[in-house]
């Protein structure tokens, strides 16, 4: 199992060792005393000592870090269909992507809360390049997607990943956590990308592929946050996009974006998963025998299943009255509702900057475009 060194979290026998390395750091320090104010440096260091499973720091630290960060920061998580997954099982969950952090850790929060198999969740490495962040990843069971190579070094990554997923879901009965696309969506369109269904097709050892799919159990998420607590941070990448401009981060950009994440205000938040895909597949099978046409209509599958279940709020409502200038969702929303949106717009973005406004305004209008879609076909 060398083969994965490079990628894969720790195993718990390095569990304990790693904390030791870590216990000490002022980022620890500082993720500990929010998790437990009322307790003593002291205390929760020899209760971090004591930990030699990834299993014990999720549920007896991380699990209370995630409960403080809903408590301080959002008005409440809720959740639907977990009752549909059955425990000790693992599950391939392919969700929309808002959050670098919390969309796994309420995802994981939400499995232990129905005593279901928990997920080792993909990350890319450009996200924990300080070695504290690292430690902390692998703590958590995250396991490292390589971003930035050239093709044939891409090529091998993505067959390596594609082959260490096969593993956690079908040898180490682990589920997974992988995004629909690369990055966060950033302008509320939430698509499947093929490219990441053609990696996990890498560690098919089936003659057709949709049978590799059903056995690996895929499950669309979708996970929606009444305010996105990094909405104004994603506008320079939007409208550098729109004026066909190359878009370069700043150094520090992407943990500003993480802390931002999950300190920002979110509201009322969401998550569904939706039905284990399998008639789909088979359907897929008999309609299709190119396998780039399967790997598109499973993509959109996968996008019917979150769009249709994507739970819109009245902020979704409100942006897109204000973006066509209408009232034609005036009914799922109150004049408070819309003067605090309207507050929050005025308060993030420029309001002299039109092309910044309008972007802002279709992150959250975006996802009634497209639930509509569905609304209308029905």
Request: hydrophobic share 35%; net charge negative; with cysteine.
């Amino acid at each position: 199992m060398q083969r994965f060194d490079s990628i894969r979290p720790y195993y718990d026998a390095e569990v304990n060792e790693a904390i030791y390395s870590a216990v000490n750091h002022p980022m620890m320090k500082a993720i500990m005393n929010f998790t437990f104010p009322e307790l003593d440096d002291e205390i929760w260091k020899e209760q971090l000592k004591r930990t030699h499973s990834i299993r014990d720091f999720q549920c007896n630290f991380i699990y209370n870090s995630v409960q403080n960060v809903l408590a301080k920061s959002s008005e409440g998580l809720t959740t639907s269909g977990f009752e549909k997954l059955e425990p000790n099982t693992s599950y391939l969950f392919i969700s929309n992507h808002r959050d670098i952090i919390l969309d796994t850790s309420l995802l994981n929060v939400s499995l232990f809360d129905h005593g279901l198999v928990m997920t080792a969740s993909a990350i890319g490495d450009n996200l924990v390049k300080k070695s504290f962040l690292k430690t902390l990843s692998k703590l958590n069971r995250n396991f490292l997607v390589q971003r930035g190579l050239p093709p044939r070094e891409l090529l091998e990554s993505s067959k390596l990943m594609s082959e260490y997923i096969g593993q956690l879901l079908l040898r180490e009965n682990r589920s997974v956590w992988i995004a629909q696309r690369e990055g966060r969506t950033k302008d509320g369109n939430d698509a499947t990308h093929s490219g990441v269904l053609k990696m996990l097709a890498m560690g098919s050892d089936e003659s057709n592929l949709m049978d590799y799919f059903k056995k690996i159990k895929i499950v669309p998420v979708s996970i929606s946050y009444e305010y996105d607590p990094t909405d104004a941070l994603k506008m320079p990448q939007l409208i550098a996009e729109a004026n066909d401009e190359i878009y370069i981060k700043e150094k520090n950009e992407d943990f500003v974006t993480l802390l931002s994440g999950i300190i920002g205000q979110k509201k009322r938040i969401h998550i569904h998963v939706g039905d284990i895909l399998d008639k789909e597949l088979d359907k897929i099978a008999k309609d299709f025998d190119n396998t780039n046409k399967q790997v598109q209509a499973l993509a959109q599958t996968i996008d019917d299943s979150i769009l249709q279940s994507y739970k819109l709020w009245p902020t979704n409502y409100i942006a897109y009255d204000l973006l066509n200038k209408s009232t034609t969702y005036s009914h799922f929303y109150t004049e408070n509702e819309k003067s605090l949106f309207e507050r929050r717009l005025e308060m993030k973005i420029d309001q002299n900057n039109p092309l910044m406004v309008e972007s802002f305004l279709a992150m959250y209008a975006n996802p009634v475009v497209n639930k509509s879609k569905y609304l209308n076909a029905n």
